[in-house]
């Protein structure tokens, strides 16, 4: 089965760029089944979606983050990445990674165990 | 501010059922079967327990079900048990290559 696991910076500062990688095991971003997903959990509140990449390469992203979010993929590392500028105390949050089944469907069946990104000086 | 709104808390004591509402729009849980549900346990991910609307995942115990009706999703759980104490998070597509989330749900076992 699939296994998810983040990789990144703990601490970033404010203005700067989030960047984050997921490493699949147990499959592969090449699949033409899936889409590989970011989501976040700011502390004691709720998910939010970020974006999605395909093997392709083609993106979607969340309408209230897009001018700052690029998601990309890398096949022969079987990883994708989340890059996140311009960053603020509110981009304080657990980033998740995820698979999202795809032909069609939006629900997430695997995510990684979260990394909490703080944003401060 | 998230897109759906869930109650912030629910409770309900062992072997009770406890239903937990999921509201959005016309745009979003109104208009596309695609709802799901997460489970999440303390400083854990979340797990899918329901998708499109009312389907469990393999291994999701049948003490979990989802329905709809208008542009209220809801989850129910049946015969609670103490292991069932979590968070737990609606998510619907919206349109547009767009999904959204609702802020959360506290469940208590009594």
């Known amino acids: 089965q699939a296994q998810l696991q983040e990789s990144g910076p703990g601490l970033v500062r404010p203005s700067e760029t989030l960047s984050l990688t997921c490493s699949l095991s147990g499959g592969s971003v090449s699949s033409r089944s899936y889409f590989w997903s970011w989501i976040r959990q700011p502390p004691g509140k709720g998910l939010e979606w970020i974006g999605d990449?395909?093997?392709?390469?083609?993106?979607y992203y969340s309408p209230s983050l897009k001018s700052r979010v690029s998601i990309s993929i890398d096949t022969p590392k079987n990883q994708f990445s989340l890059k996140l500028s311009a960053v603020t105390a509110a981009d304080t949050a657990v980033y998740f990674c995820?698979?999202?089944?795809?032909?069609?469907?939006?629900?997430?069946?695997?995510w990684g165990q979260g990394t909490l990104v703080t944003v401060s000086s | 501010q998230s897109a759906l709104t869930q109650p912030p808390s629910a409770s309900g004591s062992p072997g009770q059922s406890v239903t937990i509402s999921c509201t959005g729009t016309?745009?979003?849980?109104?208009?596309?079967?695609?709802v799901s549900w997460y489970q999440q346990h303390p400083g854990k991910a979340p797990k899918l327990i329901i998708h499109?609307?009312?389907k469990r995942p393999s291994g999701v115990p049948d003490r979990f079900s989802g329905s709809k009706s208008g542009n209220t999703a809801s989850l129910t759980v049946s015969g609670l048990q103490a292991e069932d104490e979590a968070d737990y998070h609606c998510?619907?597509?919206?349109?547009?290559?767009?999904?959204?989330f609702g802020g959360g749900t506290k469940l208590t076992v009594l």
């Open positions: 998510s619907s597509y919206a349109g547009s290559s767009n999904i959204v």
């Open positions: 016309s745009s979003d849980v109104g208009t596309y079967d695609f």
């Open positions: 499109d609307v009312t």
């Open positions: 995820a698979r999202r089944v795809g032909g069609g469907w939006y629900y997430f069946d695997y």
């Open positions: 990449i395909f093997y392709s390469g083609t993106t």
